[in-house]
DNA sequence: CATGAATGAGTCTTCATTCAT
DNA sequence: CATGAATGAAGACTCATTCAT
């Protein structure tokens, strides 16, 4: 649906493939539960040298975002997908669920979910396209008085975080997860 | 109400006098937005010798649970308040409000708020003696018809930090938090 | 047989008991395995200040050499009655094995008769009364023609230590400490 | 006639610089002293990083071995040379002297020819490779009726290692080292 | 005399980042 | 472009010793 991304000019066939190899090792660790991104420690992983991880990601945070790009466009198509439902509440459902179960499932995603500033160009486009997807849904939703008027997409997102947050702390029951979002939502409808 | 809590055997006059300017100078820090709480700078801030911060407290974590004890106590006391009040929604009402409004103040407090595992006893205390007053009020919430019934007072503490956290993140608006509150409390509310 | 030597000016009665409390909590510590005596660790379990432990003993020398000093005694008598047996090479076996076993057996005990030099004068005097019956006991075997003619009392002592030295490296088997024992003796021999 | 033991994948040619520094600054501490081997001054005497000291020696063990490897590699050719030799007790009197002159020249080798416990498979090789040798040594000077049957290749490495100590304790009187070393072999000849 | 809080130099160790190879 | 050795600031923690109480 939407075009993949190109990091600029296109990369030397052994410098994609490093650059795989970086990307596969990094997700492996977050899996695993580390999520202190150790540069050093991925390149060993990954059989290349720091330097080359360095090369590809300046910084960890770049190393962040690039992990959660694709799940990112996921999104974005998602929340396109949500605004166009004739149900907008239900889009909304669907849109939170989405999220909510990708978030809990990767700390990079997160971590580029919620951070304010971005190193790669790509995420603050992704970023603007999604924020632009959800501002329609929440319209349409507050038209049919669906939701409260108080709130915008970068509430809602920043909402859905705490709710993140919520649920990744103590025990990860799934049916837990499933009644902080529905507390999440039943605080987003509208009044009365 | 609740007798201030004692710290052990008394303090020698000057041992008390160290041990409040370290936890001053680890509340500056906090307030300052340096959550690392390293014992070496607290301890060259405090201008007192490393080895007299760990003393006092043996690791980052006591350090944390000592700052928020007296306000611990003070949302100990304001949860059984709560849970004395007529009207329980309204007494859930100003205790979450409560809450929020000193986490947000306090990253210590949030912190321990937060933790799951405590290594002062008084902490652990506390904390049952909040569980316990909490778990009294959404009792009496619920029997009254005013809250839904498949969140207990753990969810309620999660919850509430998940909205602490949602609220930190980006602008700090005080009118937006109110929002977020309100969000939580509506998404609390019994069904139908 | 020999009279305790005395400590200089009486102690009053609790600095004795306090005093006999750190010898015996060092004592302990040793046994243990932990043979750092550290000041602070000894202090606490004595249940005195580290102030008093170093009123007592001004540093890790003293204390050791206090905790030897009734061991040295004995050993002193043992040397004596050795120098007086009409049989000086059984006089001379009977010494080392005493010594030997006793070394095995306390950390204290050997620091001091391996060390060279001494903090507390009766540590001094103790040695040189050894050394003095040694002596004795090795121009007897000599004259006899028992022993080699090119050990002294003090090579008698530093072969005696590094035997020590060996039986302690390695498992602990109470015959082969026999064997090292026998192994020296024999090497002290006259050649013949 | 044993080649030179490698260490692992080659090193960079700066790599092997700092590397000998690091081992040379080594020598020179335990020769001053000091065998506390201290890895920060270590480092800041050899003019590296502290982090480089620690990239080629992870603990002090793993130093002291690499300090004793080459002295341990000749030390096995000795022994092997001491096995092959027609007089099995002449054999065993060169390598033991061999060995003890070596050790009281060099701590770091004393260590580890003491330690039970190396860090280094290289270590655990050379280790096995000389008691393998040492014991074909004592078995054809047993058969010879030279030596006494009640010990075995590990009680003569804690025997000499306890007459290293001897020797190394007190003055360092050459000729003083040459009687203790008779003392062991004469000791350690078979009785009658 | 006894206490034990305080001291702070000293030591170990990690890790993000650079740069010579 | 890739490598990975080197860096060294930074942080955590210990413990022998002193001295105010």
Redesign the pocket.
């Known amino acids: 649906m939407t075009p993949k991304s190109e990091q600029g ?1 296109a ?2 066939a ?2 994609a493939r ?1 650059r795989a190899r970086v990307l596969q090792v990094a997700r492996e660790q977050l899996a695993a539960g580390d999520d ?1 991104l ?3 420690t991925i ?1 060993r992983l990954a ?6 991880v ?3 990601f300046p ?2 945070h770049a190393l962040w975002e690039a992990l959660s790009a694709e799940r990112f466009q996921e999104l974005v198509d998602e929340a396109r997908a949500a605004a166009a439902d004739e149900d907008a509440l239900a889009g909304l459902h669907r849109l939170l669920r989405f999220t909510l179960v990708h978030a809990l499932d990767d700390t990079g995603f997160t971590a580029v979910l919620e951070s304010a500033s971005d190193n790669e160009t790509q995420t603050s486009v992704l970023k603007a396209e999604l924020d632009q997807a959800v501002a329609e849904l929440l319209d349409r939703a507050r038209r049919a008085g669906a939701i409260r008027r108080d709130v915008e997409a970068d509430d809602v997102r920043r909402l859905l975080c705490g709710i993140e947050h919520a649920a990744r702390s103590g025990d990860s029951d799934p049916h837990r997860v499933e009644v902080y979002l529905d507390v999440l939502l039943r605080g987003l409808r509208a009044a009365g």
Do not use: F, I, K, M
């Not at 059989?47 to 080359?52: D, E, M, R, Y």
């Open positions: 000019p990369l030397r052994d410098a490093n202190s150790q540069l050093n390149a059989g290349v040298g720091v330097g080359t360095y090369r590809h910084n960890r």
